[in-house]
């Protein structure tokens, strides 16, 4: 079997990571995901005898389906199967749309919802793989419980080793009693019967940069959850001089170089980009309530910066890239975000990057650019600028 062959219960797909090229032979689903497909066949809720026979499946959501292995799953077993996909991270969106299509299997059916976004509350089941970040998970179930009638049972599967007595806690404070199974290939799953009550929703995380007069608010998907990050620090303190009319910040988080970028540069027009949507409207909270420019800001939720306007030429990319894609440890990341930012750089224009020493950014930048300047440095962190 390859990397991209799953097998579950008879169900037969090809799966792919979003982006498909990246090199990589990590898989795009995980045991969890085959442990829920296989006990939404074997439950006897939804056998799949009944889904034939009645050929009306429930309402079901679907929460923090990676690449859409269990979209594709569900779709595969019965293509009219309504179903309400919510995700955080425009990845995982477009991910699960190139797998619906590489199967051939329709998404007439799908309804996609971002992170904010309330889902209707007509669903009858609830399918999720549980976050690493557990402050969106409760803020996850707090957003289910506004909507879910009493008695609609979630299912939430997980690395066993990840489920323990405060997770079933957690669950139960925010949406309802929670039981977990037996394991099967290292993971379980999590029954939880909503009990009809709503939980008021968790509000942002607000902080202030003293240095730089900027307040900081976080929804809780975003990076660097109640603090600066100390990569972000660096940067801040060495932007580079000189003047920049367009500027981007890519994988924006908060929005914190962004906003000290229309600081130092404040005739600057300033794109901010990243996958979650969560970061994107958090950066749209921060420029407003920090009282910059609002027609000199553009918010973008987006890979890297595929789906940005043809048009768009930049003079300055600011960017701290993440090194991993949820729990994968990974640089195919940085490597498009420096690709994409080299597309769209003026000749002239500058990439600026933060990075922990060990990652090696100045080979790919030297690869890509054939220059690349170390401005500043503590040790652990380095600052690097390429120019096109
Ligand atoms: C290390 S954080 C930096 C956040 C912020 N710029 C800072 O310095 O605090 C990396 C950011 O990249 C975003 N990101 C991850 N994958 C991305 C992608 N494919 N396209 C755009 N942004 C991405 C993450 O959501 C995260 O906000």
């Known amino acids: 079997m390859t990397a991209n062959q799953f097998s579950c219960e008879g169900i037969e797909l090809t799966l792919f990571r979003y982006p498909k090229q990246q090199e990589s032979n990590l898989q795009a689903w995980d045991a969890a995901d085959e442990h829920l497909i296989k006990h939404i066949i074997e439950s006897s809720q939804i056998e799949s005898s009944q889904i034939e026979s009645s050929k009306s499946p429930v309402n079901t959501a679907i929460i923090n389906d990676n690449f859409g292995a269990l979209q594709c799953g569900l779709v595969a077993i019965e293509p009219s199967w309504p179903l309400f996909v919510e995700t955080d991270a425009k990845t995982s969106l477009l991910g699960a749309e190139l797998n619906l299509a590489a199967n051939q299997l329709p998404s007439d059916n799908i309804q996609r919802f971002h992170s904010r976004e309330l889902l209707p509350d007509t669903l009858q089941l609830v399918l999720m793989k549980l976050p690493k970040n557990l402050s969106y998970f409760a803020h996850q179930l707090q957003r289910l419980s506004q909507v879910l009638p009493k008695g609609t049972q979630v299912l939430i599967g997980a690395k066993a080793k990840t489920i323990n007595k405060a997770i079933l806690a957690l669950i139960e404070k925010n949406l309802g ?14 029954t939880c019967v909503a009990d009809g ?3 008021p929703l968790a509000q942002a995380v607000t902080w202030p940069v003293e240095a730089f007069n900027l307040n900081i608010s976080n929804l809780s998907n975003v990076f660097a959850a109640n603090k600066l990050d100390i990569g972000a620090r660096i940067m801040l303190d060495n932007l580079p001089e000189g003047e920049f009319n367009n500027i981007i910040d890519l994988g924006c988080g908060n929005g914190i170089l962004g906003l000290r ?10 794109h901010f980009v990243d996958d979650s949507e969560m970061a994107v409207a958090s950066s749209r909270h921060n420029w407003q309530a920090n009282g910059l420019a609002p027609n000199q800001a553009q918010f973008h939720w987006d890979d890297c910066l595929t789906h940005l306007d043809e048009d768009l030429v930049a003079d300055l990319v600011l960017c701290n890239p993440p090194f991993h894609q949820g729990e994968a440890i990974t640089d195919h990341i940085a490597w498009q975000m420096f690709l994409d930012a080299r597309k769209r750089l003026a000749p002239g224009g500058m990439l600026q990057v933060v ?3 060990h990652l090696a950014y100045h080979v790919k930048l030297k690869r890509l650019f054939k220059n690349c300047n170390t401005v500043a440095s503590n040790g652990k962190f380095l600052i690097l600028q390429a120019i096109k």
């Open 177 to 190: 009693a929670a039981n977990a199974s037996l394991t099967w290939k290292k993971t379980r799953i999590i």
């Open 197 to 199: 009550n709503k939980r």
């Open 261 to 270: 970028a229309a600081q130092v540069y404040p005739k600057a027009n300033i």
């Open 355 to 357: 990075g922990n020493r």
